[in-house]
């Protein structure tokens, strides 16, 4: 589709070069980006609080000490959106809930510290599924977010806001968390890369939590490259998340070629329920794969069809135990009704404030460990999830990286799914597999059905960012699927 | 074990577990969603999952200890900033007992 050039960088990698040489200043940039948030974001619904004051103050920070010849970080001036389910300091914080509505935290991630330490430029909170539970975006407790390609469509979930700021070009990068699929498949839906890290190689704290042995916070950006310099930020070890893995923060890899690189398709995610069209685009991607000299070859992961009905007992019964926190006592809502007790307290405060699908994933949860039904239910998903690991550490010893759909079709229209929780969780089936397994997976725009993005996943052993970026990054150099931006976004009236 | 077809009642004693203060309409539809989800899961009990032992971490790893050494802690008037009630020292809630 025909658009005419936007000045503009619209990647990191390109709004870098253009700030270091003077071409642009961060306060221009950050500015806007923040013109256009005010122009589209009526439309869009990509964020739920935004900071001009704090943003501009930081672009001009880093435009002074440019000047001045000061070292400045590697993302210095570059405007970031922070999924609301993310606390940073001073910025209300919400996960997309009523139940913490007007929250301010007081403290940031460490995710957001190392992005601010980084010289980054926090430009708002953006829009997501309530507490991180959703595939689209529409179970947000303030508004449904549009998909920049089609404002019928979603943008995902439940990183939606995340992934529509930056295919619309609201922010040049953005935070998302992926807790089953939730930075992948926004991503997948809005022509970006996303990545969820392997488990533990991203600090959690300051995350929201919903399922704690899955949660991952993870970067959304235009390209490979912009995501692996989000990602090098971010990662790393940190005292205050016991979870967290020793490993350095991944380096960016530049150039390379897919030359020797042993790629498996498994069957398993090619067939009944996938969209032609998405079977054709991978297709197509994975000759480009074999054309640049990688092998392709088949392999199993017999244990994908248990993936979703594991990751909705473990994930929901984590969301039981992590959302007990709201009680209407320290923060956020408490009901106004008068109680007669504490007990009272809780139940009215947690049933106004929470939405219908986290009731529904905590009563759910609930279930999964209650007493008579824990080992059927919770135990005996956790061995199914050790199978479903077993798949993966088996295939990697014969490929270096599986390549799937993200997601079996492209962006679903709003209201499509929102009748049918079960319809709505079988949306993840391709990225759940990798969450469970606690493997590093990312999704790279691959073609287009009707003129919506189509996204390839790669999934790697734990610790295998560096080989999958560099992957994507080669893959990126030889298509031009993620150059393609959507039609300028109609302001609202 | 097929999955329990769930009661009203059933579904009433989860949201007490639950702490939610839910209404009969909304446990009715919850009773109908959480069947359909349960039905869906049973597929699980047809897994072998003999001498197979639960995933607790992904990756095999021991969480570093730190000494046991105070650390400043968050101040408290911090911690009361965002609270519905207090009286500058502590939260205030209702009758617990």
Same mark, same amino acid.
């Given at each position: 589709?025909?658009?005419?050039?936007?000045?503009?960088?619209?990647?990191?990698?390109?709004?870098?070069?253009?700030?270091?040489?003077?071409?642009?200043?961060?306060?221009?940039?950050?500015?806007?980006?923040?013109?256009?948030?005010?122009?589209?974001?009526?439309?869009?619904?990509?964020?739920?609080?935004?900071?001009?004051?704090?943003?501009?103050?930081?672009?001009?920070?880093?435009?002074?000490?440019?000047?001045?010849?000061?070292?400045?970080?590697?993302?210095?001036?570059?405007?970031?959106?922070?999924?609301?389910?993310?606390?940073?300091?001073?910025?209300?914080?919400?996960?997309?809930?009523?139940?913490?509505?007007?929250?301010?935290?007081?403290?940031?991630?460490?995710?957001?510290?190392?992005?601010?330490?980084?010289?980054?430029?926090?430009?708002?909170?953006?829009?997501?599924?309530?507490?991180?539970?959703?595939?689209?975006?529409?179970?947000?407790?303030?508004?449904?977010?549009?998909?920049?390609?089609?404002?019928?469509?979603?943008?995902?979930?439940?990183?939606?806001?995340?992934?529509?700021?930056?295919?619309?070009?609201?922010?040049?990068?953005?935070?998302?968390?992926?807790?089953?699929?939730?930075?992948?498949?926004?991503?997948?839906?809005?022509?970006?890369?996303?990545?969820?890290?392997?488990?533990?190689?991203?600090?959690?704290?300051?995350?929201?939590?919903?399922?704690?042995?899955?949660?991952?916070?993870?970067?959304?950006?235009?390209?490979?490259?912009?995501?692996?310099?989000?990602?090098?930020?971010?990662?790393?070890?940190?005292?205050?998340?016991?979870?967290?893995?020793?490993?350095?923060?991944?380096?960016?890899?530049?150039?390379?070629?897919?030359?020797?690189?042993?790629?498996?398709?498994?069957?398993?995610?090619?067939?009944?329920?996938?969209?032609?069209?998405?079977?054709?685009?991978?297709?197509?991607?994975?000759?480009?794969?074999?054309?640049?000299?990688?092998?392709?070859?088949?392999?199993?992961?017999?244990?994908?069809?248990?993936?979703?009905?594991?990751?909705?007992?473990?994930?929901?019964?984590?969301?039981?135990?992590?959302?007990?926190?709201?009680?209407?006592?320290?923060?956020?809502?408490?009901?106004?009704?008068?109680?007669?007790?504490?007990?009272?307290?809780?139940?009215?405060?947690?049933?106004?404030?929470?939405?219908?699908?986290?009731?529904?994933?905590?009563?759910?949860?609930?279930?999964?460990?209650?007493?008579?039904?824990?080992?059927?239910?919770?135990?005996?998903?956790?061995?199914?999830?050790?199978?479903?690991?077993?798949?993966?550490?088996?295939?990697?010893?014969?490929?270096?990286?599986?390549?799937?759909?993200?997601?079996?079709?492209?962006?679903?229209?709003?209201?499509?799914?929102?009748?049918?929780?079960?319809?709505?969780?079988?949306?993840?089936?391709?990225?759940?597999?990798?969450?469970?397994?606690?493997?590093?997976?990312?999704?790279?725009?691959?073609?287009?059905?009707?003129?919506?993005?189509?996204?390839?996943?790669?999934?790697?052993?734990?610790?295998?960012?560096?080989?999958?970026?560099?992957?994507?990054?080669?893959?990126?150099?030889?298509?031009?699927?993620?150059?393609?931006?959507?039609?300028?976004?109609?302001?609202?009236? | 074990?097929?999955?329990?077809?769930?009661?009203?009642?059933?579904?009433?004693?989860?949201?007490?577990?639950?702490?939610?203060? *839910?209404?009969? =309409? %909304?446990? $009715?539809?919850?009773?109908?969603?959480?069947? /359909?989800?349960?039905?869906?899961? &049973?597929?699980?009990?047809?897994?072998?999952?003999?001498?197979?032992?639960?995933?607790?971490?992904?990756?095999?790893?021991?969480?570093? *200890?730190?000494? =046991? %050494?105070? $650390?400043?802690?968050?101040?408290?008037?911090? /911690?009361?900033?965002?609270?519905? &009630?207090?009286?500058?020292?502590?939260?205030?809630?209702?009758?617990?007992?």
């Amino acid at each position: 589709m025909a658009t005419p050039p936007d000045p503009t960088p619209d990647t990191i990698v390109a709004a870098r070069a253009a700030l270091a040489s003077g071409a642009l200043t961060a306060e221009a940039l950050v500015a806007g980006c923040l013109d256009r948030i005010a122009r589209l974001d009526g439309t869009l619904g990509a964020f739920l609080a935004t900071d001009p004051e704090g943003a501009l103050a930081t672009a001009r920070d880093v435009d002074r000490r440019r000047a001045a010849g000061e070292p400045l970080g590697p993302l210095a001036g570059i405007p970031i959106a922070v999924k609301d389910q993310i606390c940073t300091r001073g910025l209300a914080t919400t996960a997309g809930s009523k139940i913490l509505a007007g929250w301010v935290p007081p403290y940031d991630a460490t995710a957001v510290a190392r992005l601010r330490a980084a010289d980054a430029v926090i430009i708002g909170k953006t829009n997501q599924d309530e507490f991180a539970m959703g595939s689209s975006n529409e179970s947000s407790a303030f508004r449904p977010a549009k998909n920049p390609w089609a404002l019928d469509r979603v943008p995902g979930g439940s990183s939606g806001g995340s992934a529509a700021a930056v295919a619309a070009g609201l922010a040049l990068g953005a935070l998302g968390t992926d807790t089953g699929g939730s930075v992948r498949q926004p991503a997948s839906f809005c022509g970006l890369v996303g990545i969820k890290p392997t488990y533990g190689r991203v600090s959690r704290y300051g995350a929201i939590a919903y399922a704690s042995s899955f949660d991952q916070i993870g970067p959304i950006a235009r390209t490979a490259e912009d995501a692996a310099l989000i990602l090098a930020v971010i990662a790393g070890q940190d005292p205050l998340d016991a979870t967290s893995l020793p490993t350095p923060a991944p380096l960016l890899p530049l150039g390379a070629s897919l030359g020797g690189l042993r790629v498996g398709v498994p069957a398993e995610y090619l067939g009944d329920g996938v969209s032609p069209a998405v079977q054709a685009a991978v297709r197509q991607a994975l000759a480009v794969f074999e054309d640049d000299g990688a092998t392709v070859v088949p392999v199993s992961l017999p244990h994908t069809r248990y993936a979703i009905a594991v990751y909705y007992l473990l994930a929901t019964a984590e969301a039981s135990s992590n959302l007990a926190r709201y009680d209407g006592l320290r923060y956020g809502h408490r009901t106004a009704t008068p109680v007669g007790d504490i007990a009272e307290l809780y139940a009215r405060t947690r049933a106004e404030g929470f939405g219908p699908e986290v009731r529904r994933r905590i009563v759910l949860g609930t279930f999964a460990l209650s007493a008579g039904y824990y080992d059927a239910y919770y135990e005996r998903a956790q061995r199914v999830r050790t199978l479903i690991r077993r798949d993966f550490d088996r295939a990697f010893a014969d490929v270096d990286v599986i390549a799937t759909p993200t997601s079996p079709y492209v962006a679903f229209a709003l209201g499509e799914k929102v009748a049918d929780p079960l319809a709505m969780y079988l949306a993840d089936v391709f990225t759940v597999p990798a969450s469970l397994a606690g493997v590093a997976a990312l999704s790279t725009p691959c073609g287009f059905e009707g003129g919506l993005p189509i996204g390839l996943q790669l999934i790697g052993p734990p610790l295998s960012e560096p080989r999958l970026l560099a992957a994507a990054d080669a893959y990126q150099r030889l298509t031009d699927h993620h150059l393609r931006r959507p039609a300028p976004t109609p302001e609202a009236a | 074990m097929s999955s329990p077809r769930l009661a009203l009642s059933d579904v009433a004693h989860l949201a007490r577990l639950s702490r939610l203060a *839910l209404g009969p =309409d %909304e446990l $009715a539809a919850l009773a109908h969603d959480l069947g /359909a989800i349960l039905d869906y899961v &049973a597929e699980l009990e047809t897994v072998d999952v003999t001498d197979v032992p639960p995933m607790v971490h992904p990756l095999p790893f021991d969480a570093p *200890l730190r000494a =046991d %050494e105070a $650390a400043p802690a968050l101040p408290r008037e911090v /911690a009361l900033a965002a609270a519905p &009630a207090h009286d500058d020292q502590a939260f205030l809630v209702p009758r617990v007992l």
